[in-house]
């Protein structure tokens, strides 16, 4: 039996469960930010292992373009990270509530 | 009994004996190194290094103070720092010790050699993404550097690892910039392959100066040597990021660091001066002059070519050596900004200006 | 064979690699399991002959964000109230339940489902006989995706400037020197 795509999948699957679990239950930014980094990579995964399958190497430029995406983003987002920990002097997702209706 | 002699196994008795090989010669670099680091700047400054250690009447130029330097540093006692992170204290050497033994699998030795009618190239590990593979594990070796200063719980060593981190994070960019011309020159990122067109054509340092002269200097940063090591400098911040490591986890950091300049001169000579080959002959021309009845041509050609090869990873040692011990320190800023505003831009237009000119140059001849 | 018994090692690697990043306290233990779980996606797409993939996630994944992210951890020196692990009030251990059994379920119906095999032209012989998956993968890149290309080089243009600004440190008043004659 080989490899097949739904093995990659599934994994790809649990990764991202990981990841949103990461997301919903930790309440450190820098965690939250690992853990979308986490999701990222699952969906990475599936398209390459999907670009087997389907007739064309798409899936691998796509990986590509996401990681661009991902670098940026996190880069961005970390650099918000130390802005608000400057201005308020805390990082918890419980008390950055200012935008709060 | 089923074994037979096909190509997988013939190329996994190959892989057992080249890794033996290399790895001999890889963790022996580091002695004579820091022999030679005391012996070459003595010489310079006239007067004579370390020469008392001896076996008997032996002395040998001071060689086996190498030998008692490694005892002292495996019998001293480990002192490990009371708050620090025990895991990442312990970590910490082995994240800068893997890549650098990691990159050296990646060179090409010597020419290709034919056993039994299948080809064994002579790098430990044949990836077809040469260059890719070396610039992606050593980017690794920063994780060492950052874990340790960090995990010390010592504001010194916190701010020693910090600047060299990002000392190495910046001249990395340059440092692969530069060698995208020669991917462009050569058409391959396979290694083997650039060697061999070099073997037909001109060194790599003929057709491409300028990648040269950037790779030489970030190769310098990137090991926190020579004018750039302020980080680990030892009028500065104590020793940097390893104060507290003492006895055999420093004597992994300085391993790490022998081991990485090694790789990269490897790596400059592979590149810039032809690997393996020797001017104005071919391969197959040795092979064929020293064709006798014991031992096939080829072997004694692929012996010569790694002799070549090491020969010229030790020029870049002498001059890593002579460097050091020349020039003075850069200034941290003075050392960013040379990373930043002058390094990259001369690279990046390196890049544009070859290949235009290999544009105009294809056009010429295809049309 | 040997290819599925290394799918299985590596996957449970990851799968061990990805809980623990989620699950430490300490944000640099969980940086570091993630820099590992980074490092075993590339070893993933280099089995499945994505060399340029695996290349360029090592480089830019575990060799370059991941160490923004742990000098950003480091610099910030996080006192101990965040450094508490995950955190459940009350009802949400239901949500919890809820997302495992909803991803879950969806495992089960893929597990179960008929198995696709890798079909179509690019077979890994034929991409090495054109010149290599670097080759074929830039030729893709830049040829049919240029504008997704220089789309991408455009973000990376914002990024650099939007995270220069928004971390730059508030000009304070700094006394000059020149003010007191000097």
């Known amino acids: 039996m080989a490899v097949s795509l739904q093995h990659y999948m599934v994994l790809a699957t649990i990764l991202f469960t990981c990841g949103v679990i990461g997301v919903m239950f930790r309440r450190n930014l820098l965690m939250v930010l690992m853990s979308i980094e986490l999701m990222l990579n699952a969906a990475n995964l599936v398209f390459i292992a999907a670009s087997r399958n389907v007739n064309g190497l798409d899936g691998q430029v796509m990986v590509f373009i996401v990681m661009t995406v991902a670098a940026c983003e996190a880069a961005v987002g970390l650099a918000m990270v130390i802005a608000l920990f400057r201005k308020y002097g805390t990082i918890r997702t419980d008390f950055l509530r200012v935008l709060r209706g | 009994m089923g074994l037979e002699l096909n190509e997988f196994t013939i190329n996994l008795i190959a892989f057992v004996v080249k890794f033996a090989i290399m790895m001999l010669i890889v963790l022996h670099v580091a002695p004579l190194m820091v022999w030679f680091e005391r012996r070459a700047p003595a010489m310079m400054q006239r007067r004579k290094g370390p020469n008392r250690v001896g076996i008997g009447p032996f002395r040998l130029f001071g060689l086996f103070q190498s030998l008692a330097d490694a005892i002292k540093l495996i019998f001293k006692e480990e002192v490990v720092p009371d708050g620090a992170n025990k895991f990442f204290y312990h970590a910490a050497p082995v994240f800068a010790l893997f890549p650098a033994l990691l990159v050296a699998t990646a060179i090409p030795y010597g020419p290709d050699i034919t056993i039994m009618g299948y080809r064994v190239p002579l790098s430990i590990t044949n990836v077809d993404v040469g260059f890719l593979f070396i610039f992606a594990v050593a980017s690794i070796a920063v994780y060492g550097i950052a874990l340790a200063g960090w995990a010390c719980n010592n504001k010194y060593s916190l701010l020693g690892s910090l600047r060299a981190s990002a000392q190495m994070v910046s001249y990395e960019i340059p440092l692969g910039m530069s060698l995208i011309p020669a991917v462009l020159v050569y058409q391959t990122l396979d290694l083997n392959q650039i060697v061999m067109a070099q073997e037909r054509g001109l060194w790599g340092v003929f057709t491409m100066p300028v990648s040269f002269l950037i790779f030489l200097i970030c190769m310098f940063a990137e090991t926190n040597r020579a004018p750039f090591d302020l980080a680990e400098g030892e009028s500065e911040l104590v020793a940097g990021f390893h104060t507290e490591y003492n006895s055999f986890k420093f004597s992994q950091f300085f391993l790490a660091e022998y081991t990485s300049m090694f790789t990269l001169s490897c790596l400059a000579s592979t590149v810039f001066f032809g690997g393996w080959s020797i001017p104005f002959i071919s391969n197959a021309q040795i092979a064929e002059l020293l064709a006798n009845p014991f031992i096939p041509g080829q072997y004694i050609a692929a012996a010569i070519g790694f002799g070549a090869l090491l020969l010229k990873a030790a020029f870049f040692m002498w001059l890593y050596v002579w460097v050091r011990w020349t020039l003075p320190r850069f200034r941290y800023d003075q050392l960013m900004s040379l990373g930043w505003k002058f390094m990259l831009p001369i690279a990046l237009a390196n890049v544009v200006i070859t290949a235009g000119v290999l544009v105009m140059m294809r056009h010429q001849i295809g049309s | ?182």
């Not at chain 3, 290819?3 to 299985?8: G, I, P, R």
């Not at chain 3, 490092?39 to 370059?64: E, H, M, N």
């Not at chain 3, 830049?142 to 928004?166: G, P, Q, T």
Request: proline share 4%; net charge neutral; hydrophobic share 60%.
């Open chain 3, 1 to 182: 064979m040997f290819a599925l018994a290394l799918f299985y090692s590596i996957a449970a690697l990851l799968v061990f690699c990805a809980v623990m990043v989620v699950s430490r306290r300490n944000p640099i233990s969980s940086a570091i399991y993630l820099v590992i779980s980074l490092f075993l996606v590339a070893c993933l797409y280099a089995t499945l002959g994505a060399d340029f993939a695996a290349a360029i996630q090592v480089l830019v994944y575990a060799g370059a964000i991941m160490v923004l992210f742990l000098f950003v951890i480091m610099l910030l020196n996080l006192d101990p109230e965040h450094l508490r692990g995950p955190e459940m009030h009350g009802g949400e251990i239901v949500v919890l339940l809820l997302t495992i059994g909803g991803f879950l379920g969806i495992v089960i119906a893929m597990a179960t489902a008929a198995p696709t095999l890798p079909s179509g032209i690019f077979t890994l012989d034929a991409i090495e006989k054109v010149g290599g998956n670097t080759l074929v993968v830039g030729m893709k890149l830049l040829v049919n995706y240029i504008w997704a290309f220089e789309m991408a080089s455009f973000l990376i243009l914002l990024a650099i400037v939007a995270s220069i600004v928004i971390a730059k440190k508030p000009k304070a008043e700094v006394p000059s020197t020149t003010e007191r004659g000097h």
